[in-house]
């Protein structure tokens, strides 16, 4: 099961920023925080990941709370390309291994 | 530098035929992750794998389905005797060593008639 819960939709218009919250309530203190994004019939694009401090790239910021039980994912000037499904991801470290759990992700659609 | 590189895209097989899907990891990548995404849902985790070795195959389904990464060449994902159900889209995963970021490709689309 995922590790994480967002809300299942969200509108913003275009040129606005938009803001992904995402709990992560049980997250272990070695565990990162991944986003991806899914546009229609593509494969997921990473975004940006983060521990406990807060990460900025080209594409978007990620903000993390002092107690790491959730996060917000920014991207500062939504344009019509950014309309997809995110996903916040608690990266599973069972065993050594590296298994990503998907859950059902946020459906952004901006908005002309 | 290319992406992880998946075909073919889009492949269609009668029930009860073998579908092969396959998967080369970018340059420099020795692990590789399938995901299995049916129509409306998530992404569901399949099998991690290094090379000529299965680390975890804890999504698999348990008949008909096999996965290999072998020394030379891409990694391929095997369906056997395949049935409606199986139509979904494929990704593929890659990650170098040591690192916790995993890059997709574009997917593979399996439908059974």
């Known amino acids: ?47 940006i990941h983060g521990l406990k401090n807060n990460e900025t790239n080209e594409m978007a910021s990620l903000i993390i709370t002092e107690d790491r039980k959730s996060s917000t994912l920014i991207l500062p000037h939504a344009t019509l390309r950014d309309t ?16 990503y759990i998907f859950g059902t992700g946020t459906r952004l659609k901006v908005l002309a | 530098n290319a992406g992880v590189m998946q075909n073919p895209r889009h492949l269609v097989r009668r029930r009860g035929q073998e579908a092969r899907l396959r998967c080369s ?47 030379e060449g891409p990694s391929i994902l095997r369906i056997q005797q395949v049935v409606r159900g199986d139509s979904a889209a494929y990704f593929c995963a890659s990650s170098p060593e040591h690192t916790n970021t995993i890059y997709f490709g574009e997917g593979s689309w399996l439908t059974v008639v």
């Open chain 1, 1 to 47: 099961d995922a590790k994480t819960t967002q809300p299942p939709s969200m509108d913003c218009a275009e040129g606005r920023a938009a803001n992904l919250p995402c709990n992560h309530s049980t997250i272990s203190g070695n565990e990162y925080v991944y986003w991806y994004r899914q546009i229609h019939s593509q494969g997921p694009q990473y975004i």
């Open chain 1, 84 to 99: 997809a499904v995110y996903y916040c991801i608690v990266r599973a470290d069972t065993s050594g291994t590296y298994k």
């Open chain 2, 25 to 71: 990891p970018m340059k420099g990548h020795s692990h590789v992750y399938w995901y299995r995404q049916l129509p409306e849902e998530g992404l569901k985790f399949m099998v991690y794998l290094q090379k000529e070795n299965i680390i975890d195959e804890s999504g698999m389904p348990k008949e008909r389905f096999s996965a290999e990464f072998p020394k």
